[in-house]
């Protein structure tokens, strides 16, 4: 592994001085560490510079602060992902093909006047070339993170990490998510089904209060059409319809709200789009293993293996004047579509509000390098390969004006149910009843 | 005994802190089994009409629960194909209990006796015990278990299968804690979409000979003893003829044995129908409310003691009933509930002064047919002046309770008063009277609201309010759950009882039953420590 040779910016000197005046001044929209909206559309339309990437890795180090890693780091992270003994290994971008059955026997997909993607029934990606000029390539861009492969057919044990800053451990919590694609193009998993896009059940195994609390969640193809859910309580005893349209809460103490989910969760009718072309980012694209954590709270993925990525950069703005976010701006993998940065303003400020980067590992890198074992249940990991999906493998989620963060490590299992298996599992009868 | 209990309180915490040090969320034990549970502190103090306070609980209880994952991925033991059962996992939980209010307040003014058979001092028993069977499309979970039906929150209409333990907090615990369980068989047949329904199932439940009717205290030494409206005594006299007598009970249980005869069963269809999730339920069983019949035919009277012969019964019961919930999403937000039930075989009470064409045996008792009609909504909240980050999670319902064969002469709650002779009370005499006519139509309105703050959502308050509209008797509680770490979590509780008008105690064991203006006020603070593992 080599240390990154640096190169001077001829920007720095004048960077540092914006920065101390923006500080300085208070003004609204700016701050000292580029977390406001407009920092961060400043950001975006910079270019990078190009760096020199080893095949053995070159490792970054806050050395490198001024002449990579602001530029290649989203500016509202800069405070939590660059810090004093940060260790980041970029290697050369990796080249990771779809299924080969991906796309094949999939119709293009077709746009309403709403933006919502009609009559697709997955298989593909709906919009396998997005144009950057296109009025409408911020919701293509999106559509094809919602079908991308990969996104669901795993049993994935989580466990999650609740910190306050100085990485204070608040609660940690494990759970289970078992979920399944139903819409596959020409088939669907259960015949019969062809509404249901896919179908999910999470279930939590400690604290021993939220011990046993399962949830099914069954989306469906049509994206008007709410999700349908319900809840397991043990102490209930009996399963409980919930609501889906409610998306804007905080969840279980996590710092993530439901529509921050993948980055983007949310209805596509309820937010205006905007395409910003795209730009080079580093992700954590395909790690060795779940990273550990890092950085002064422990929120963030540190000594690990990340890659300079394009990214689709998507801005959302929320319809609702009641919406938490004025802006969310999602920055998804131009190759792949899986989210890599989501940032969500604060609507009363402008500032960030919450934000997630996610840690993702490549089927086939499993035949060479094995990630760790959930704590609580061992898997055999030897069925990812050949898969050619990416899964994912955690996330960081951290709320800026609490501050408070949340580290997830997943550990997924590639899993594809038969058509009776899924039918028999994904079922309200398994709600009736749970761990007690 | 104060050396006692030191010994047992400072071991609880001994144990607290020993524990909260290092402790795994579950301890598995190899790769098949699991280990959980937590250990209580519940200390409370009744403050009656907030002009005193006693402590009347310091309970602590140990719940050990296991599950064994012996068969997976139809795999027994990791060696043995087994067949068509695809997973099997054995469950057990075990509690044990230990109330030391009863050792303190023996010491210190006697008021609170252990002397019945020690019932409250100590509990320790398998809780539920029961084997999950997976063998697609079928389930089957087998042991002593507790089944729930229904929409409800609170309050019974098809929620039946299992009774109530109300003894030793009413019920106001969670109900996971205080049904009893049952030796049972519970078999689910998935149906999946066919028709015009989506994910449907069959299910069947069969209780071959385990009947326990709800348990309720009637010993006024316990301190949540349902004692009725009046002095929290026990009768021991009765007027005969306009005379004062000594009364002796013989009390005759003639509740169901342990046979097969005696066997409860039922079943439900459950789908969803055009986004209703809706089911239909019957079960045949027996009224786990006690009926009492007054055999005044066998009762007689020897100097001046009168013995009354009562027989305890638990009738049989038909309850058929429908339940549905939908999602309202597009203009409400809110998830919309409702039950409904039809039930026969339930117990009451006859006025003494009934004509014989109410009471024909002349025993004050029958059996009445009832409906139920249970509305309710469920909103997710923002009310972000109080919380800017999470919603809160709004719950409400109207309970509607309907006699179809009502009687006028039905009565509800008895009391106990003071012998009264001449105008003169007699001392340490005291007689039951039940001058409580009850309500055609009964209802009740709950609501509930919860939410979270702080980091991890570690701060949890809770608000529970229910009024009876007809009598005006509440019930509120605030509560604050506060998670100190993951092992350990702090409860504090404050309960009032209390009414706007009138004095009819009405049907529901709220409002100024155990309110401010009687003689038995139960407002009470539960102070609550909890390690969890």
Redo the contacts between chains.
């Keep these: 592994m080599e240390k990154s040779s640096h190169r001077a910016s001829a920007g720095t000197g004048l960077k540092v001085f914006f920065t101390i005046v923006c500080f300085s001044l208070s003004i609204k929209g700016f701050s000292a560490d580029g977390q406001s909206y407009k920092e961060f559309i400043e950001w975006i339309e910079k270019k990078p510079p190009e760096i020199e990437v080893s095949n053995q890795g070159t490792l970054l180090t806050i050395d490198d602060k001024d002449d990579i890693l602001n530029a290649l780091i989203p500016s509202p992270a800069w405070e939590y992902y660059i810090f004093a003994d940060m260790e980041m290994t970029v290697v050369p971008k990796g080249y990771y093909p779809s299924p080969p059955s991906w796309g094949r026997g999939s119709q293009e997909g077709i746009l309403d006047e709403n933006g919502v993607l009609v009559g697709f029934t997955g298989g593909g990606f709906p919009f396998p070339k997005v144009v950057e000029n296109d009025p409408l390539a911020g919701q293509k861009v999106v559509w094809n993170m919602l079908w991308r492969p990969g996104q669901h057919d795993f049993d994935m044990p989580m466990t999650t990490w609740?910190r306050?800053e100085n990485g204070k451990l608040?609660?940690?919590m494990?759970f289970t998510g078992v979920s399944s694609t139903y819409a596959r193009g020409e088939k669907c998993l259960v015949e019969?089904?062809e509404e249901v896009k896919s179908k999910r059940i999470m279930e939590f195994?400690?604290?021993?209060?939220m011990?046993g609390a399962k949830d099914m969640s069954i989306s469906y193809v049509d994206h008007y059409r709410?999700n349908?859910?319900?809840v397991y309580m043990?102490?209930?005893?009996?399963p409980?319809?919930?609501?889906?349209?409610?998306r804007?809460?905080?969840l279980?103490?996590?710092d993530l709200i439901r529509e921050d989910m993948n980055g983007f969760s949310g209805k596509i009718y309820e937010n205006d789009w905007d395409y910003l072309g795209k730009r080079k980012v580093l992700a954590t694209m395909n790690v060795k293993d779940n990273p550990e954590a890092g950085g002064p709270h422990l929120w963030v993925p540190h000594k690990t293996r990340w890659e300079v990525r394009d990214a689709h950069v998507v801005l959302i703005n929320p319809k609702d004047s009641?919406h938490?976010y004025m802006a969310r701006i999602v920055l998804i993998d131009s190759e792949t579509y899986w989210t890599l940065w989501m940032f969500g303003f604060d609507r009363k400020d402008e500032m960030l509000l919450r934000m997630n980067q996610h840690y993702l590992k490549y089927s086939e890198s499993y035949a060479l390098e094995t990630p760790q074992q959930a704590p609580?249940v061992?898997q055999d990991y030897s069925k990812n390969v050949g898969s050619f999906v990416f899964l994912h493998l955690g996330e960081s989620d951290i709320?800026a004006k609490?501050p408070?963060g949340t580290v997830t490590h997943c550990y997924t299992r590639k899993r594809e149910f038969s058509s009776?298996?899924a039918?028999?599992f994904y079922?309200?009868?398994n709600m009736?009843?749970g761990?007690? | 005994m104060p050396t006692k209990l030191n010994f047992s309180v400072g071991a609880v915490f001994t144990v607290l802190l020993v524990l909260s040090i290092d402790v795994k969320a579950v301890v598995s034990i190899g790769k098949d089994i699991e280990l959980e549970g937590f250990l209580k502190v519940q200390n409370i103090l009744r403050t009656p009409k907030f002009k005193e306070a006693e402590a009347i609980m310091q309970r602590n209880t140990l719940q050990l629960e296991s599950k064994y994952y012996f068969l997976k991925e139809g795999q027994m033991f990791g060696k043995f194909d087994s067949g068509p059962i695809e997973e099997a996992t054995l469950t057990l939980v075990g509690r044990g209990v230990y109330d030391s209010i009863y050792e303190i307040r023996n010491s210190l003014d006697g008021k609170f006796s252990n002397d019945n058979g020690k019932q409250g001092l100590y509990e320790a028993n398998l809780r539920e015990g029961y084997l999950d069977l997976v063998l697609p499309p079928f389930s089957l979970r087998i042991g002593r278990q507790q089944v729930v039906w229904g929409e409800t929150d609170g309050f019974r209409a098809l929620d039946v299968i299992n009774p109530l333990d109300l003894s030793w907090h009413w019920s106001r615990e969670y109900w996971e804690d205080i049904r009893i369980p049952l030796w049972m068989v519970r078999g689910i047949y998935d149906i999946g979409k066919f028709s015009v329904f989506e994910e449907s199932f069959f299910e069947a439940v069969w209780i071959p000979a385990d009947f326990r009717p709800n348990k309720i205290a009637i010993n006024p030494s316990r301190p949540w003893a349902f004692t009725g409206t009046g002095l929290a005594k026990t009768p021991n006299s009765i007027f005969i003829d306009g005379n004062l007598r000594d009364l002796e009970l013989d009390v005759r249980d003639l509740s169901p044995r342990k046979r097969l005869r005696n066997g409860q069963g039922g079943a439900r269809f459950k789908a969803i129908w055009g986004d209703i999730d809706f089911s239909l339920n019957y079960f045949y069983g027996f009224s786990a409310d006690t009926g009492v019949r007054v055999r005044d035919d066998l009762s007689s009277t020897l100097g001046n003691t009168h013995t009354s012969v009562r027989e305890l019964v638990n009738p049989r019961s038909h309850v058929v009933g429908l339940t549905a919930n939908y999602s309202e999403e597009r203009y409400t937000q809110s998830v919309l509930r409702m039950e409904t039930t039809f039930s026969t075989g339930i117990p009451v009470k006859i006025s003494p002064d009934a004509p014989s064409r109410i009471d024909p045996d002349r025993d004050q008792f029958d059996t009445a047919r009832r409906t139920v009609l249970m509305l309710a909504v469920d909103r997710p909240t923002w009310i972000r002046w109080l919380n800017p980050t999470r919603t809160f999670y709004l719950s409400s319902q109207v309970f509607w309770r309907h006699y179809i064969d009502y009687s006028r002469f039905y009565r509800g709650i008895s009391s106990v008063e003071h012998a009264v002779v001449n105008g003169e009370p007699v001392g340490g005499k005291f007689f039951s009277e039940n001058n409580d006519q009850i309500d055609k139509d009964e209802f009740v309105i709950t609501f509930s609201a919860s939410t979270s703050y702080g980091p991890a959502g570690l701060i949890k308050p809770n608000f529970v309010f229910a009024i009876d509209p007809r009598s005006t008797g509440a019930y509120n509680k605030f509560g604050l759950d506060y998670f100190w770490s993951d092992h350990v979590l702090l409860k504090f509780e404050q309960s009032f009882y209390w009414r706007a008008a009138g004095h009819d105690p009405g049907p529901w064991a709220l409002g100024d039953i155990w309110g401010h203006t009687t003689r038995n006020s139960r407002h009470e603070t539960a102070l609550s420590v909890v390690f969890q593992f």
Aim: charged share 40%; hydrophobic share 20%; glycine share 6%.
């Design positions: 609740l306050s608040d609660r940690k494990e019969g089904y195994r400690s604290p021993r209060d011990a709410e349908s859910g319900w043990p102490s209930q005893r009996k409980r319809r919930t609501l889906a349209s409610e804007t809460s905080e279980m103490g996590m009641d938490p609580f061992e709320n609490k408070h009776a298996r039918r028999q079922s309200l009868r009736v009843s761990r007690r």
